[in-house]
């Protein structure tokens, strides 16, 4: 119950300051127009400078509110940095019907962090428009062995406070889609993301280091994981989200470096996983760690042919054995409820919990689990040291030990 209060708490803290980024009347801002500023909404001239001039006027403006306006067009663009703080006090950009595309050959924006990245801003919008980051290219050369550029997030907040992302769509990212990295009071609404099922490292929402997180309404296609949850994370929310394909809603991976901020106060609630390699999963390196996973509701979800619907592995190594530390995860799973998810599982084990006997999971519950498999075949459970409950209708049978 405390948990539930709490997020109350931090989801009320957390609408207050972005009801300032709703549409002003038209005597408190002032709109400035990429056009303004010798943007080509044909897409044949490269637009960067004229973004970049746009926002550093709007930034430095001074008013209440100011408006970046991309009309509807296609506009060719490299990577961008828009840094804060702002002198104004509300900064949105509105893309309506516009479309940002990258340029052709991958190395523009391949060797940099990120393509469109916010830093240090506060009280800041982007709402609709269509980011198109012609990541194939850069993929295709990752398959071939050849010697790439890692690639860019598509879109990027660091540092950052009072943020809205709001009815964007994006496609093809060469690395991360959106990413939210040290930053406060964030919502993010009506997103669509875009990719192949195979495309490489290609995360939908990536948060970490950050707090007072809601995610909602939105549609995650893409070749890695949905959602990912990275170390520093509380107060997250998602909700109504649909995944697939995808490797599904995951924490971590945790424990890459010995001394990492713990993850607490998750909420995940109504989402859909179809085709997904993974459901809702932990994972965590084996290696010591002082991280740790505590407080997380994942709470009526459906799973349709989904490997892994229900996951926690504290001996993630996604590459050969060679690279694995081969050690055991201090990181401390505890306080895990499972409550409302059914569906299919497109394999026998639908409930893996892998966790160490030095360090074990904790605290797991399961409440009205009722999972099946497409191919007839009776679902299974596998446990390695998780305790915990389970509670109503759960199937597969529970593994869970339960302490007396």
Same mark, same amino acid.
């Given at each position: 119950m405390a948990c539930l209060a709490d997020h109350l708490v931090w989801t009320l803290l957390l609408f207050l300051p972005l009801l300032l980024l709703s549409p002003p009347s038209?005597?408190?801002?002032?709109?400035?127009?990429?056009?303004?500023?010798?943007?080509?909404?044909?897409?044949?001239?490269?637009?960067?400078?004229?973004?970049?001039?746009?926002?550093?006027?709007?930034?430095?403006?001074?008013?209440?509110?100011?408006?970046?306006?991309?009309?509807?067009?296609?506009?060719?663009? /490299?990577?961008?940095?828009?840094?804060?703080?702002?002198?104004?006090?509300?900064?949105?950009?509105?893309?309506?019907?516009?479309?940002?595309?990258?340029?052709?050959?991958?190395?523009?924006? /391949? /060797?940099?962090?990120?393509?469109?990245?916010?830093?240090?801003?506060?009280?800041?919008?982007?709402? /609709?428009?269509?980011?198109?980051?012609?990541?194939?290219?850069l993929w295709a050369c990752k398959d071939s062995g050849r010697n790439c550029p890692g690639g860019a997030t598509t879109l990027s907040f660091t540092n950052s406070n009072n943020i809205r992302i709001k009815d964007l769509t994006s496609v093809d990212s060469q690395m991360f889609h959106i990413s939210i990295n040290r930053c406060r009071n964030v919502r993010i609404q009506g997103v669509r993301v875009k990719a192949d099922g195979d495309s490489p490292n290609t995360d939908g929402i990536h948060v970490q280091l950050s707090t007072n997180v809601l995610i909602l309404l939105s549609d995650i296609a893409t070749g890695d994981d949905c959602i990912s949850i990275g170390p520093g994370t509380r107060n997250l929310r998602i909700q109504r989200v649909r995944c697939g394909p995808g490797h599904g809603i995951s924490i971590g991976s945790l424990a890459r470096s010995e001394n990492e901020p713990g993850v607490q106060n998750i909420i995940v609630k109504n989402t859909t996983f179809q085709g997904t390699q993974n459901g809702l999963r932990i994972k965590s390196w084996a290696r010591p760690s002082t991280g740790f996973v505590q407080g997380v509701h994942f709470i009526d979800a459906r799973m349709i042919n989904a490997h892994n619907p229900i996951i926690i592995d504290q001996n993630y190594?996604?590459?050969?054995?060679?690279?694995?530390?081969?050690?055991?995860?201090?990181?401390?799973?505890?306080?895990?409820?499972?409550?409302?998810?059914?569906?299919?599982?497109?394999?026998?084990?639908?409930?893996?919990?892998?966790?160490?006997?030095?360090?074990?999971?904790?605290?797991?519950?399961?409440?009205?689990?009722?999972?099946?498999?497409?191919?007839?075949?009776?679902?299974?459970?596998?446990?390695?040291?998780?305790?915990?409950?389970?509670?109503g209708t759960v199937q597969p049978r529970s593994c869970l030990y339960e302490n007396s």
């Open positions: 038209s005597s408190t801002f002032t709109l400035f127009d990429v056009l303004d500023f010798g943007a080509d909404p044909t897409g044949a001239a490269d637009s960067t400078l004229a973004l970049r001039d746009a926002w550093t006027l709007a930034c430095d403006h001074g008013g209440i509110f100011a408006t970046i306006l991309v009309r509807r067009g296609s506009y060719l663009l /490299g990577p961008v940095r828009f840094r804060g703080p702002c002198k104004s006090r509300h900064v949105s950009m509105r893309m309506g019907g516009a479309t940002l595309v990258a340029p052709p050959d991958y190395r523009v924006l /391949g /060797g940099s962090s990120s393509w469109l990245s916010f830093d240090g801003v506060s009280n800041t919008s982007v709402h /609709g428009g269509v980011l198109d980051a012609k990541g194939p290219s190594c996604p590459n050969d054995s060679q690279t694995c530390p081969n050690q055991e995860s201090s990181v401390k799973i505890s306080d895990i409820l499972y409550r409302g998810i059914q569906g299919t599982s497109a394999t026998p084990i639908a409930v893996r919990f892998d966790c160490n006997a030095e360090n074990p999971c904790t605290g797991i519950r399961m409440r009205n689990v009722y999972l099946t498999c497409l191919d007839d075949e009776v679902t299974r459970s596998s446990c390695a040291n998780a305790n915990g409950e389970a509670l």
